[in-house]
């Protein structure tokens, strides 16, 4: 079964800093979702990376897709308090789009 | 927003009860799943559904059913809950070719 293995697991940075969080996946990435959660509340849609070397930004959130290193990162510029939480990576099973498998989430905290 | 619902939102039960979970959708979804999340080990799929009656398991399956008699609504039991189900239960929905969407979860505490 595939896995997929956040780093770092946990972050603090300092409000204006840059931070990048890497998703690396045990088989061939066929799609890949990030998803951020705030703490006892749902996951939040953010990209969705389909093809090796897409890149797509929301406005200060930058996603990539490595197919040949089977990883995707998340790079946040100028961090603000708002970018706070958990962002989970999930990735495509087995080739079928319609189910995935997630990492156990990176928990970003921004200090003002 | 997906237009999902998850009810309820908190439960306290006790060990050896029956308890059910509902998922309602206001979007046509075709796809419709449920997953449990733990610390240490992230989200997991328990069920999915693929359409009205059409279900499959997941990776955590053992100890739930599910079912999907209408479009927008999908339902996760436990037939006979124990502690280990203790968790957080996600509901999540997706038309073909679109992310999954995510309610906001129930949160099962079973004693």
């Known amino acids: 079964s595939q896995e997929l293995e956040q780093s770092p697991q946990s972050l603090i940075v300092q409000e204006g800093k840059n931070l990048t969080i890497n998703c690396t996946s045990s088989?061939?990435?066929?799609?890949l979702y990030w998803y951020k959660q705030k703490y006892g509340e749902g996951l939040i849609f953010l990209m969705m990376l389909q093809k090796g070397g897409e890149e797509k930004s929301h406005e200060k959130i930058t996603a990539k897709l490595d197919e040949k290193k089977q990883q995707s990162s998340l790079h946040i510029t100028a961090s603000q308090p708002s970018h706070a939480g958990i962002y989970l990576c999930g990735a495509a099973s087995g080739g079928s789009n319609y189910k995935l498998t997630f990492g156990k989430g990176t928990l970003l905290t921004v200090n003002p | 927003d997906a237009g999902i619902t998850q009810s309820p939102r908190h439960k306290v039960t006790e060990t050896g009860t029956p308890v059910t979970l509902r998922c309602h959708q206001t979007e046509n979804h075709r796809y419709m799943y449920w997953y449990r999340q733990d610390p240490g080990h992230g989200l997991r799929l328990i069920h999915y559904s693929y359409g009205v009656k059409d279900t499959d398991k997941g990776e955590v399956s053992d100890g739930y059913s599910v079912s999907r008699s209408k479009t927008e609504d999908f339902l996760l039991t436990l037939e006979s809950a124990t502690s280990s189900q203790t968790s957080v239960y996600f509901c999540?929905?997706?038309?073909?070719?679109?992310?999954?969407?995510f309610g906001d979860g129930t949160r099962l505490s079973i004693l």
């Open positions: 999540a929905t997706r038309r073909d070719n679109q992310p999954q969407h």
């Open positions: 088989k061939t990435l066929y799609g």
